[in-house]
């Protein structure tokens, strides 16, 4: 019986052009691994499964970022700077209807479940690079996002986003 990690190095042995057939769930799970883990079975089972136990509790969101409007740039804090989904499902059916060709990000919620808004701290407010590692930074709750602040980034601020679940 395969587990995910077979599945992770029988996909990533395959040509870049025959590339097919991975999850997204595996993929992203292991990509959340530093690049020497990504080898280790272990590891990289232990990643698959704790991100599925995170979907599960609700502590996960999709993310897309939607900084430009007729090419002027929107800017953190901005209500339609990004667009938070409760689940792939509705990303994809969002994504279906305003921008096919556009890209979710799936983020760990810190804090607590997700409800109906999430906080969010971006690393950097001018970064572009949403599915890097670090990126930003996701809250269940306002005093999630003021307690990690005051303890990581005491000049920060965090920006309440709605989760759609289209």
Known sequence: MTDAFDRWIEWAKKSPDKR???????????????????????R??????????????????????????????????DPEWVKVFGCEEAASRWLDRHDPEGV???????????????WIYPADNRSREIGARGWAKLFASKEA???????????????????MDE
């Open 20 to 42: 097919s057939g991975l999850s997204s769930e595996i993929h992203a799970a292991v990509m959340s691994l530093p690049k020497e883990q990504r080898a280790d079975r272990q």
């Open 44 to 77: 990289v089972n232990a990643a698959v499964e704790h991100q599925a136990e995170l979907r599960r509790s609700r502590r996960t969101a999709w993310v897309y970022l939607n900084d430009y409007q007729q090419g002027t740039r929107r800017n953190v804090g």
């Open 104 to 118: 979710v990000w799936e983020y760990e919620i810190e804090g607590g479940r997700r409800e109906s808004s999430i």
């Open 145 to 163: 996002a003021e307690n990690w602040l005051e303890q990581n980034a005491p000049t920060g601020k965090a920006w309440a986003y709605p989760v």
